[in-house]
């Protein structure tokens, strides 16, 4: 346990959280058991940490931190690791990857039943779906799911501002209001470019090499989130990762599910199952037509963000799909996003019809029962918004 509590101190310590997460202010701390969903690469370590540093002492042991990526537990299991860790006077758990430790659901159940003055806050990947796989859980874990850095969060790093979220109401009718309050501190366009190429993913702070860490990330999520979660045999990875590289290379369109079934050898079932799979760990969007959902044929399929799109080769994208899927995985945090009868066009919440367009070009035809989500431009009028600012959503 003191070897616990050293790593604990030292992390903690050591941890330079630059930007405060929203979800931390959405959290309700008080609940015993929470549950924090997120793909990897986006900063759920970082976050617990953070949360320890606000909240606690570096040396209070009242707090402490494990990765189950420790050997240790290959031999002890949670349930009595949490126990020691009471008894000692521990009262927030914090527990990392949280799915590499067999029967880890059950074992959080116990938690919960044997040590009602304990807290804990576990991360696990996008892929998990808690109500379904883990029924134990059900109704004493809160689950919430962190993200990638919004443009919001991404452009307060960058320059040292403070701005706060919107909501989608705000922006549709006080886009102006807003903007008059951003505008005169700073160009949000001199920062978006950057933002869509390697803003999502919180590592690109790191000294090294933003492509290939994020090459190396999305291996390991079809290769451990995938593969392990899902329990699929490993000499079916070749064919995930193939169908993964067929879809993004394709662009955001309507996916040829025979086509795919043909090339990566296997059924159109199976096919489906892996493209749902692949929007769980968040590396494509599926959308459908307003009153559709899995497990028909999806309309689009779609990378889950933009920085995505720029490690993948050949770079096969337009402007406009790149706009699109900034558009689509900002909205889909907190909205229903499903495709509209044109493309370009997006219906959110059943009842707002949104197109994406380029604000130079003199040939869109407005109208009236439509959103403009226009990009080339840093201001908006009525009912044309500047895209970027949906990039303050959360």
Request: glycine share 6%; aromatic share 14%.
């Amino acid at each position: 346990m003191e070897a616990f509590f050293r790593t604990h101190t030292y992390l903690v310590e050591h941890t330079n959280a630059p930007v405060h997460r929203t979800l931390m202010d959405e959290i309700d701390w008080n609940d015993r058991m929470i549950g924090i969903r997120g793909s990897r690469g986006i900063g759920k370590t970082t976050f617990l940490l953070q949360y320890a540093k606000e909240h606690f002492d570096p040396r209070d042991r009242q707090c402490l931190y494990v990765n189950m990526n420790n050997f240790y537990f290959q031999g002890h299991g949670i349930c009595d690791f949490a126990g020691e860790f009471y008894k000692r006077g521990g009262r927030t758990l914090l527990i990392d990857q949280v799915f590499k430790q067999p029967n880890w659901s059950k074992d959080l159940r116990l938690c919960y039943d044997y040590y009602p003055g304990l807290k804990i806050v576990f991360t696990g990947s996008s892929v998990m779906r808690m109500q379904d796989d883990f029924p134990e859980l059900s109704g004493i874990a809160k689950i919430y799911s962190l993200r990638g850095f919004s443009f919001r969060e991404y452009l307060n790093l960058m320059t040292g501002s403070n701005f706060k979220a919107c909501t989608l109401d705000d922006i549709l009718t006080d886009h102006k209001y807003i903007i008059k309050h951003i505008l005169p501190d700073l160009s949000p366009l001199k920062y978006f470019d950057d933002y869509l190429h390697h803003g999502f993913y919180p590592f690109f702070l790191e000294n090294r090499n933003f492509s290939e860490n994020l090459l190396k990330t999305m291996n390991m999520m079809t290769e451990v989130d995938i593969l392990l979660i899902k329990q699929i045999e490993l000499k079916y990875l070749a064919k995930i990762k193939k169908l993964f590289y067929e879809l993004a290379i394709g662009g955001p369109k309507a996916p040829n599910i025979s086509e795919l079934a043909k090339d990566i050898n296997t059924s159109r079932a199976t096919v489906m199952n892996y493209i749902k799979y692949l929007a769980e760990a968040r590396l494509v969007n599926i959308l459908y037509p307003v009153g559709e959902e899995f497990p028909k044929k999806p309309a689009r399929v779609m990378l889950h963000n933009t920085n995505l799109q720029y490690v993948i080769y050949p770079l096969t994208f337009t402007e406009q799909e790149v706009m699109e899927t900034f558009f689509v995985g900002t909205l889909r945090k907190e909205h229903q996003v499903n495709v509209g009868a044109k493309p370009g066009y997006y219906i959110i919440d059943n009842k707002h019809k949104f197109r994406i367009c380029d604000a130079t070009n003199h040939k869109v035809r407005y109208s009236n029962d439509v959103v403009y989500a226009r990009y080339h431009t840093e201001i908006g009028e009525g009912n044309k918004i500047p895209l970027w600012l949906f990039g303050f959503l959360y």
